[in-house]
């Protein structure tokens, strides 16, 4: 799922469709109202969706005729052979590894750790750029919430006291512009 709703391998109407179904389920009916699709272009779609177990259908209670479809999960990682990154992960991990550990810093570690998981995943075909990308929008609005204030000094503030009782260090900035800070 993107900011723009649910997106699934760059197919236009695919991805239309999750982003309606995003969320309420939807009879036939009314996504083929939404999509202004031909009933067995449509139909071909939610086929494919279905096949992928990205969306699922149930029957109406009252007309068994009808059937209403929803997205199965939320969290969608792509499967793609689009996805090269043209690097040896094993080779890059223990490259970057004899750099890392003198540090002695938990979170480059970590950084490492992850990036090597995702390339290691990209290099097998799957992509999990969307669940990033809603990992990033959830977790930057819970920070949000802690930081927010109608003057940007006092974002900085409570940025600034959120990061002291995170890692119990002071996190100082420079104002080069009003658009640029550096931390």
Known sequence: MTSEGAKNNGVPSESNI???????????????????KSKP????????????????????????RKKSFYI?????????????????VENYFKNSLISVIPLNDPTSFYGLLFTTIRL??????????PLLFNIGNFTGESI????KSP??????????????????KDMTWEILNQLTWIL
């Open 144 to 147: 949000y919430e802690y930081v």
């Open 41 to 64: 272009n449509l139909s071909n779609h939610l086929k494919i969706l279905e096949e992928k177990g990205i969306i699922g259908s149930k029957a109406d209670l009252n007309d068994k």
């Open 120 to 129: 290691y995943l990209g290099e097998n075909g799957i992509d999990i750029y």
């Open 72 to 88: 199965k999960a939320k969290q969608l990682a792509e499967l793609s052979t689009n996805v090269n990154y043209d690097i040896d």
């Open 151 to 168: 003057e940007t000094e006092n974002v900085m503030d409570n940025l600034g006291n959120l990061w002291k009782r995170t890692y119990g």
């Open 18 to 36: 999750l982003s309606l179904l995003q969320t309420n389920n939807l009879y036939f009916d009314e996504l083929l109202s939404k999509t202004k």
